[in-house]
């Protein structure tokens, strides 16, 4: 007898330009026989408190021309999600989750006791972050029945915390890698559960391969949770001696970026 269907409840943040990409990729491999897609939880993009703390600090990071670019991508989001019929546009979450029938709301505190207590009813195999915006404390670590797993676009534990693909690029590096794993209290570690790398091949504008690392992610998501359903997961240690962490980057680290060659959008 085949082994059932695997229960994944994922959690990710708002976003309206990268991971609509993700979603789309994931939703068009996913095997949905032996994946059983529970929901899809949002929490605030980048976990800041309002939308004007959180164009400063992006602001702090694109300047002025960039920034004007991604406003004008934003409102053209928000604009479609309003007026497009969802039969012809799905560029949201919400809209890739409702055309996939997956259930999908806005959760502002994943670590609420409410929250925590209705997962425990859900009561789901693995607990999925696609670049949720909030930390995981213990208590919803303890929840699903197999593990926490976080998709995070760099190789762990050297390039641990914001904007991964960006560092990576920074410190010119030839390739950029997706890294699978459990999650812990700590940001980014744990055990390594699958891990691809994707060589930029020239790659200079940041915009295009976080969009690619998007679908590698998916992709990468999908044959790790065949994996799971089939029992043939090995999680690896990390090595502890190369951690390192990245904050997110400001002005400075976005003007050398340009200066290296390299565009934001």
């Not at 993700?22 to 994946?35: N, Q």
């Not at 030839?174 to 699958?194: A, F, R």
């Not at 992610?217 to 990390?238: C, F, I, K, Q, W």
């Amino acid at each position: 007898m085949s082994p059932r269907p695997l229960r994944v409840h994922i959690i990710t943040e708002e976003d309206p330009f990268y991971l609509p990409v993700f979603f789309c990729e994931f939703f068009a491999t996913v095997p949905r026989e032996r994946i059983d897609i529970l929901g899809i939880d949002i929490t605030p993009p980048l976990n800041q408190p309002t939308r004007q703390a959180l164009a400063r600090k992006l602001y702090r990071f694109y300047g002025g021309l960039d920034f004007v670019r991604l406003a004008g991508r934003f409102a053209l989001v928000k604009a479609l999600d309003l007026l497009a019929p969802r039969s012809l546009w799905c560029g949201t979450i919400n809209r890739l989750a409702a055309r996939n029938q997956i259930p999908c709301r806005v959760v502002h505190d994943v670590n609420a006791p409410e929250y925590v207590g209705e997962m425990r009813r859900v009561a789901p195999d693995l607990l999925v972050s696609v670049a949720a915006s909030q930390i995981f404390k213990r208590d919803l670590l303890s929840v699903p029945r197999l593990a926490c797993v976080n998709v995070h676009t760099g190789p762990l534990p050297a390039y641990r915390g914001m904007m991964p693909v960006f560092w990576q690029m920074y410190d010119k590096r030839k390739s950029i890698t997706v890294t699978l794993h459990t999650m812990t209290p700590d940001i980014d570690v744990g055990s390594v559960l699958l891990q691809r790398e994707v060589p930029l091949n020239g790659d200079r504008n940041l915009d295009l391969v976080i969009r690619k690392m998007k679908r590698e992610g998916a992709r990468t998501l999908v044959e790790l949770l065949d994996r799971y359903h089939t029992g043939s997961v090995r999680p690896v240690a990390m090595n502890g001696h190369q951690a390192q962490y990245h904050s997110f980057p400001g002005r400075a680290e976005a003007d050398r970026f340009r200066h290296m060659g390299y565009r934001l959008v």
